[in-house]
């Protein structure tokens, strides 16, 4: 993906090892039906769930889940690259990614960097 985007800004000279993955949940949220067109650069990834925490569609954020709900579905992600001198770690929390619910080196797949206000050690 990172490369994808690179080759997207060849134009712009911008080097492999200066694009970082980054992501955004749509907002207003949206389902995969309700989006119409893939997006210019990047790509929209579906079918994620939260554990431990809900996104507030309204905030977009991370907020506390409710009582006894221990996964919920998250919204479309919109993941693409950018340079990492335009990228900011500020307000986010870096959500590890597995394949299954089971979490395991094994199963790990990337991070990908969601809203909150709140520290990142609370998730």
Known sequence: MKQEVNRQHAKDKWALDDVVMTSEVTHPPQSLEKLKAAPNEGVYVYGLFLEGCTWDGKKNMLTDSAPKKLYT??????????????????????????????????????????RTEDPPSKW
């Open 73 to 114: 579905p998250l919204p479309v992600l919109y993941v693409t690259g950018v340079l990492s001198s335009d990228y900011s770690k500020k307000d986010t929390y870096e959500a590890p990614t597995y394949r299954v619910k089971k979490r395991t080196g094994l199963n790990f797949i990337s991070t990908f960097p969601l």
